[in-house]
Structures are given as C-alpha cells and as structure tokens.
C-alpha cells in the first residue's frame, strides 16, 4: 500500500468537513449555548440576563426535588437496561432454537418495535387508566389497587414496564443475528463436551455474544436516560405532581413548562456530564475485558 | 386521558386547521390566535372565529389550538422570540405574571382599543374579571376570555339516595360524608388541589395570600404565606378524610378525577364552573352545582372566589392594521351575543353584565340552574384579597404544591414538613423570578 495517499495536505480536512460541520452545528454548537445560558438567569421573552455564576448548578444540586429525580433515573436506567437485556436475551435463543414456523414468531416479537414511544405511551396510559384499564384490574386479582397517578411506586412500575416493552424488541433483532453468527461447529463440540444446554449457554455461548451484549448495554442505558421522554410525559399526562421523573423530564420541565432557562440548562449540562463519564467509564474499563474476534 | 376526549381532542385538531379558512377573502387583513381549548371547547372557538369572519370583511382571524395552557404559553415565548408570534395569545391565570410581567411583549388590552377607537368602558365587566387581568394600577392588560371559577357539582340521584342535602360549609360536608358513604359512593373528588384547594381556599376566606398585595405590586421581594395555620388544617382535614374513605384522589391529573363523578363513582366533585358543557354530554345522571364550601370556624360568610381561566393577549410588534383587526375581535368578543354563545355553550362565566343579563332574559338559568353558580359566586361579596394574585415561577410553584399534597396524601410527609417545603421552594422561585424582570 502506498503511503502517501492525498496529493494535497487539506484532502484529508476537506473530507472531513462535512462530518466536522454536521457535529459543529448540531452538537458543538448548541452545548455551548447551554454551557453558556447555564451562567445567567433569563427573562423568556426577551433574553435578557442576569449573571448568576455557578448559582443555577449549586440550586439544582442541592434540590431535594433534583436528587429525587436523579434517584429514580438510576433505578428506573436500570431496571430498563436490565429488563430488555434479560427478556430481549432469552426470546432470542428461544426463537433461535424454534424449527417450525421460526419467521413468524420473529415477526411477532419485532414489530413491537415499530411503535413509536408517545404511542407506547399512550397504550401505556390506557392499560394503566385507574378507571378502565385492564393491566389494573389484572393486578387487582392479587389483591393490590394499582393508582398510576397517585402511588409513586406504582407509577414507576407502570413507567418501566412500558419502556422495557417498547425496547426488547430492539435487543431480541441484535442477539438472534448474534447467535446466528456463532458458527455450528462451535456449537456442536460444545454440546459434545457438555449435556446441560443452561451451562452450555453461559459458558460458550453468552461470552462468544458479548461484543454484542456491550453494545446493547450501551444503547439500552442510552434509550433508558433519553429515549423515554415521551412515554414519560404521556403516562403522567403533562402534570408531574408527586409521580416519579427522570432528570431528562425535569430539564424538560423547568425549561419549557416552567420557562427557567438558565436552570434547566445547568441541568443539562450536569447531564451532558454524566454521560461523558459514563462512556469513558464503559469504554475504559468494560471494553478492555471483551474480545471481538 | 379517556378515550372520549382523546377522539374529541384529535377531532378538534383537524377541525382548527380547516374549518375557518374556509371562510374568504384575499384581502382581509390576518390575524392569528393560539389558544388552549381542546374538544368541544376548541369546537366552540373555531364557531366564533367563523361568526366573526362572516360578520365583517375587514379582518380575517385563524385560530389555532396550541396544545394545554402551559404548552401553549410555551409556543408563545418561542415564537416570540423567533419574531413569529400569533396577534393574539390565550395565556391562563398562572402564566399571567410572566406574560404581563415581561414588559414590552404585551400591548394592553385597553391601550389598544382606545388607540384604535374602539369604543371600552371597564364598568362594563363583571368586578372579579375586571381586576383578575389587570395591573396594580387597574388597567385592563388582557382581554378576559374564559373565566371560570371552582364549585361545586353533585350527583342528584345519589344525595337523594343518602338522604342529604348539597354542603354549604366544610362543616356540613363533614356531617353529610359519612351517609354518602354508607350508600356506596366515594363523598367528594376534586380536580386541581392548587387552583380549587389553595388559591380559591384564600380567596374565598379572604386570606392574604401572598406579600406586596398578593403579588401585584411587584415581583422583588414578593413572599407567599403559604405556611399558615388555616390552610394546614385544612389539609389535615382532608388528609382525614380521605383515610377515613370520605374524600378521593386520583391524581393530578384533571380528567382522571372528573372521571370518578362522570362514572358515578363520586357523589360530588369540584372542577370548574367551564366544565357544564363537558358534563351535559358526559354524564347520565341528572347533576347540579353549588358554591365552593368554606369553613364556618374561619369566616361566619364567605368571600367570593378569584377568577380562574384564561386570558387572551395582545401580543406586541404587530403592524397597525393587524392590531386593529385585533381590537375588532376583542370588542366582538366581548359583544353580549358572543358572551352569551360562549357562556351557553362551554359553562364559562358570561365578562359582561350585558351578557348575564341577557342569558337571564334568556331564561337560561330557569333551564339550567347549575349554569349560574360560577358568576354567582364571583358577585359574592370582595375582600381585600379576592382580586386575584400576581406571581411569577407559578407553574412550577403549582406543581411543588402538587408534589407535596401527593406526597402528603399518600403519606410519605406529614402537613407541617410539606407546608414548610411549599414555602421555602415558592419563596425560592419567586426570588429567581424577580431577578429575571429587574
């Protein structure tokens, strides 16, 4: 191969560009704005500022309200991550070893998937309703009067519930084309090595997955943080109240409902922090562990 | 959501951006309105719009629903910066001090139609729309539109059932509870714990409700007296109640509480005097209405209640003409035929004497007695703190008292710790938001 491959010293840059100019203006470019609005209190309808200096952030955490919602942002990410994973995992190696009819059942378990999340939500807020639902009346069989709405706690359950369903159907699609990338051969001396399908599973099968569980990990916690805003906001019907948040709905929140600018940026910078760390933290330290062949 | 408004609410979104443009003509000045009015409300506006169109050829006016109030608020303040704001703005009750406390963004209601010689006189207006809108000086700054206040609705086949009689007082509603009970029926639902519960509880007791006179004088310094013995032990009453099964709580929520009494699982229900069209078509029950209850211990007679509702807003930056055609819709507004319309049709209360006079001539409140309570109740007699209030942040602040009050009803803090909460988080908001004005 030839070492030099551009004849010009800005070929390189200029192929660059329109990535560079696609992350300067939707991202670069609009963090900066909140890194600098996070400074000032703001009238809404003119912009006129005050500085504050780091007063927006010291008001945000030390909030009660704030570390609330950043608690159950840190159940309700993982109960979701965990949730897709788990039941996206097992409805895949259980369609994986269905023979007869395997296309339908994948089908069935995708289109799910196709459901955009405020409708997720709105079915959410259906199968939930304390009048009518049906999800409620199937929980009052156990002697428990589910009020989404009222009981922090079963809210919260209402809320995961929904945005775990809405998600599986993303993880199922990504392990079944990981399994089926497993060769045979592999498979079959494991099975000669071992008659439990369960051990044979976690030790050969579940580590040959794991490039593929890392990555789902990631894009699960990321759909958890952000992605549920709007099943969020239907299944609490626009008023918080005393119903669980996640901190991306409380920078919605004092934002727009509440049209405190210079707070709710703050706040989504101390998000845009967290999420920071929170990747080089998985790349660092998990990556190093797993092996993509 | 029920399944009923949520078609209502879809079907009214389709309707508002096809059914006024049908009616004309090119040169007619626009105008544009957003507003929060969905189902049959929205139903009821795009009929104005289009009575207004065909009135006159002069002006043209597009109404468009926004969304709830806070969202359509929120689109205001977007578009306004973004220098693409409607002419007309809905801003309700709690947005005002942020709509009327940015200056320059609004042009006063009155300003305008004297400017653009439309003839205004402000006795015209019932007292409590009058001062609700205004500012400290008196000046009409929105033009009242949906005004509405709490009362009270029953079920009349189920107080027939129990033997007893619509409450007064809080006290009465205590006697009567426990016989609503033992018929079957959950006593009392209500539908917003800061509007009914908090504003309209001082209010309606004549209870200063928050400093420099309730917040009009000003926004710095401004506190509210939030965490005051009264309305403590109202909510520890309430809190009893609902322990002992005589009060129900569905939530935040507005629709999933006025569920329970459409359903008949609630005898008696506070929602908003704007809500009797919603429930003529709703319900299957014969229901009535009465005035908000007050506590005897507290006042021997009681005061009358704020206006609640919504306003619309001239929004500033417009051309002369534009302007014009947007006095011209605020005096055909305000003429006693639509008033009546308004009133007749959505429960709102009727801006204009003219237009209770009317609806009175009209023999509406022979046919519909529970139609008369709300502005009944706003022609109670004034106290010094019946006129409304003034205060910024107040969405938030309102859901920090919905938070607490959940809170305190299912038990995870008591009244004392919550009020205390209430307060410190208001007063907090209040500081940031008279900040962002000076």
Not at chain 1, 225 to 231: A, C, H, N, W, Y
């Amino acid at each position: 191969m030839k070492s030099a491959q551009f004849d010009s010293r800005f070929g390189p840059y200029l192929l660059l560009l329109p990535q560079m100019a696609v992350i300067s203006i939707f991202f670069l470019w609009p963090a900066a704005e909140a890194v600098w609005a996070s400074f000032f209190l703001e009238d809404p309808f003119f912009g006129t500022r005050v500085f504050v200096g780091l007063e927006n952030y010291v008001t945000a955490l030390t909030s009660d309200d704030y570390a609330r919602a950043a608690w159950f942002t840190v159940i309700f990410t993982a109960v979701v991550t965990l949730a897709t994973l788990g039941i996206g995992m097992w409805l895949a190696v259980a369609a994986d070893n269905v023979l007869r009819g395997n296309n339908t059942y994948k089908t069935l378990l995708m289109w799910v998937y196709a459901i955009a999340p405020p409708v997720a939500g709105l079915i959410g807020v259906m199968l939930f309703d304390q009048h009518i639902g049906p999800l409620v009346d199937f929980v009052a069989l156990f002697g428990h009067e589910m009020q989404v709405g009222v009981s922090w706690w079963d809210t919260a359950i209402a809320m995961m519930i929904v945005a775990s369903w809405k998600q599986i159907p993303y993880t199922f699609i990504f392990v079944l084309s990981g399994l089926q990338s497993i060769p045979n051969s592999v498979r079959e001396a494991a099975a000669i090595d071992c008659r439990s399908s369960i051990r044979r599973f976690w030790t050969v099968i579940f580590p040959l997955l794991a490039p593929t569980t890392f990555f789902l990990m990631i894009v699960n916690i990321t759909y958890a943080l952000f992605e549920t805003f709007g099943i969020i906001d239907l299944m609490v019907k626009g008023e918080p109240g005393n119903n669980p948040k996640t901190l991306v709905y409380k920078v919605y929140l004092d934002g727009f409902r509440g049209n405190d600018l210079g707070g709710s940026s703050a706040q989504s910078v101390i998000l845009m922090i967290l999420v920071l760390a929170l990747t080089i933290v998985q790349f660092r330290l998990i990556e190093r562990r797993i092996h993509y062949s | 959501m029920d399944r009923r408004s949520f078609i209502a609410l879809t079907g009214a979104t389709a309707l508002s951006t096809t059914l006024p443009r049908m009616a004309h003509a090119a040169d007619a000045t626009k105008i544009t309105l957003w507003h929060a009015m969905g189902g049959r409300l929205g139903e009821v506006v795009n009929e104005i719009a289009t009575r207004f169109n065909a009135d006159q050829s002069a002006a043209m006016l597009e109404p468009a629903y926004k969304g709830g109030y806070e969202d359509t608020l929120t689109s205001v303040i977007a578009a306004f910066r973004a220098g693409e704001h409607p002419n007309i703005a809905q801003v309700f009750d709690a947005g005002a001090a942020t709509i009327i406390g940015a200056p320059g963004a609004v042009a006063a209601a009155e300003d305008l139609l004297a400017e653009t010689g439309v003839a205004f006189d402000p006795n015209d207006y019932i007292d409590g729309v009058r001062y609700f809108y205004a500012d400290s000086a008196g000046k009409m700054i929105g033009m009242p539109f949906n005004s509405s206040t709490p009362i009270l609705y029953y079920n009349e086949d189920a107080l027939k059932k129990a033997g007893v009689t619509p409450p007064k007082t809080w006290e009465e509603f205590q006697e009567i509870a426990p016989k609503l009970k033992e018929a079957g029926y959950v006593p009392l639902a209500q539908s917003h714990l800061p509007w009914i519960f908090t504003e309209n509880f001082f209010s309606r007791h004549n209870l200063q409700f928050a400093t420099n006179n309730n917040g009009f004088d000003g926004a710095e310094g401004t506190k509210l007296l939030i965490n005051t013995p009264e309305i403590k032990m109202h909510f520890a009453r309430v809190k009893e109640w609902l322990d002992a099964g005589l009060f129900g709580f569905y939530g935040t929520g507005w629709n999933d509480n006025q569920a329970a009494f459409e359903t008949g699982k609630a005898a008696m229900w506070l929602g908003s005097s704007g809500s009797f069209g919603g429930l003529l078509k709703s319900t299957n029950f014969p229901f009535s209405a009465t005035f908000l209850p007050y506590w005897k211990e507290i006042t021997e007679q009681p005061y009358s209640t704020f206006i609640g509702g919504a306003a619309l807003f001239a929004l500033s930056g417009k051309p002369a003409e534009e302007n014009r055609a947007t006095a011209e819709f605020f005096k055909y507004l305000s003429s006693p035929e639509i008033q009546y319309y308004w009133h007749k049709e959505t429960g709102y209360v009727p801006i204009t004497k003219a237009a209770y006079e009317m609806a009175k001539m009209d023999g509406h409140y022979e046919r519909f007695p529970a139609a008369e309570i709300g502005i009944l109740q706003l022609n109670e007699r004034a106290g010094e703190w019946t006129r409304g209030y003034r205060l910024g942040y107040y969405v938030q602040i309102r859901d920090v008292m919905n938070r607490e009050y959940g809170r305190i009803f299912s038990g995870e803090t008591d009244v004392d710790t919550a009020f205390a909460t209430i307060e410190s988080e208001a007063n907090a908001l209040l500081d940031r938001f008279a900040r962002t004005t000076g």
